[in-house]
């Protein structure tokens, strides 16, 4: 068996395990990593079905992927000393990515320190879907380059490449609003609340059960976020009286913006 114990899984070792290639320890270890990490999820998905439609050019096809995914542990691995294991290396990375996420919160330097509190207690980013619907080759590549940029936290690649995705008339329609959804997500955390507001409304008005809550929340963090507290006011009461994931937080937010008055 190949030296895996500090090595992130790469593009060919995926692509590998999918062709069984691997023996059967190197394919278990796969699999573990995998099962313990969305990232690996939605790339395997996206691998698999390149190979289903092009299996002849998947493995060049690939190298989107293979880019970044090195990206991604790059920065991990290269502050970890020579006698640190891959998994210590990965803390590097999730203290990188709490700092990430507190980012927004300069958007509020000349908002209320109520809302700025508000934000870094609650607003976190979206756990990017898995890769539903059968769908073109290459829209597919894009979609899967479009949620890798998405959980690297790169939004402003995010964006661009889910406004690619959703011009192409080929893109298929289930995945349509889980795009729409990310971009606008995309947008909020890279400081760009105002141009969320128009990606998550489109998800708001098709009125799927499946993503209504997680928009509305979005939606109204992006309203509130653009001085239109009215309107984010109205969503958080809403999503406030009924059972959905983000109950709780957004009661206690209506509740300290209503005290604030």
Do not use: C
């Amino acid at each position: 068996m190949k030296d895996l114990a500090h090595t992130p899984p790469t593009v060919e070792l995926l692509l590998d395990y999918l062709e069984g290639r691997l023996s059967a320890d190197e394919a278990r270890w796969v699999s573990q990593q995998v099962e313990s990490e969305p990232f690996y999820q939605e790339a395997l998905q996206g691998l698999k079905q390149a190979l289903a439609e092009d299996p002849d050019h998947a493995r060049s096809r690939a190298q989107r992927y293979r880019d970044l995914m090195r990206q991604r542990f790059q920065e991990g691995a290269s502050a970890a000393s020579a006698s640190t294991n891959w998994w210590q290396a990965r803390g590097w990375q999730i203290a990188a990515a709490i700092l990430l996420l507190l980012l927004p919160a300069l958007y509020f330097l000349q908002r209320p320190p109520l809302e700025e509190r508000l934000a870094q207690q609650h607003l976190r980013p979206y756990q990017a879907s898995s890769l539903r619907g059968g769908t073109e080759a290459s829209t597919a590549e894009t979609y899967i380059a479009a949620l890798l940029a998405y959980q690297q936290e790169a939004y402003a690649d995010a964006i661009a490449q889910f406004e690619t995705f959703l011009a192409h008339p080929e893109a298929a329609e289930g995945l349509r609003q889980p795009a729409q959804l990310h971009l606008g997500i995309s947008y909020l955390l890279n400081g760009q609340a105002r141009e969320a507001v128009d990606p998550l409304s489109r998800v708001l008005g098709q009125n799927d059960p499946r993503y209504n809550d997680d928009a509305r929340w979005y939606l109204a963090w992006a309203y509130l976020q653009s001085d239109r507290d009215t309107e984010a006011l109205e969503l958080f009461s809403l999503l406030a009286q009924k059972p959905n994931p983000h109950r709780e937080a957004a009661q206690e937010v209506w509740e300290a913006l209503r005290a604030d008055g």
